[in-house]
């Protein structure tokens, strides 16, 4: 008996694809089967879109985990991450992280960063339905503030970096 699914072929096909990619991206069936739970054989069948057998074996959740932790590891993103977040609506942005040599004010600025970030989150929650106006109104309430302080206080940090340019 089939079952009415939300992805359609071409979705499954698609998501099939990028798993295929990722795995490369990581070097090798051989490779990712060292850094995750699964065989090489394993993961040549989640990518795997010739065979009806196969149709329905997708990678899990926590072999992907690790696919996106070795890949952030060197700088890129897996596109099996970024084919979900397109087929859900919408598309992966990396949240900057400093590097381990950054100074007081990179890191404060990464601090800044990523409270702001927090505010479409905020705005993406409510309008998927997923939180209620009051609640909205709540964390907005208490984000607000915040970004307006971290924004004063950047636009204060450029004039009085300008100024010390100047002289």
Known sequence: MKHLRKTSESQRR?????????VELC???DFVSEITRVAAKTLS???NTSSER???????????????LDSKARGEVPPLLAALCELAGGTFVRVPEPDR??????????AVGARHWAF???????????ISQDEF???????????MNDLSQLKQNIET???????
């Open 14 to 22: 698609r998501l099939k694809l990028n798993t295929q990619r990722t």
């Open 27 to 29: 070097g090798s069936q």
């Open 45 to 47: 069948d989640y990518a």
């Open 54 to 68: 196969h149709q329905d074996t997708f990678m899990p959740v926590d072999v992907l985990a690790d696919l996106i």
């Open 101 to 110: 040599d950054a100074s007081a004010p990179q890191l404060e600025l990464a």
């Open 120 to 130: 479409p989150s905020l705005i993406s929650r409510f309008l998927a339905g997923d």
């Open 137 to 147: 109104q709540g964390e907005a309430a208490q984000l607000l503030p915040c970004l």
């Open 161 to 167: 970096s300008k100024a010390e340019a100047a002289e």
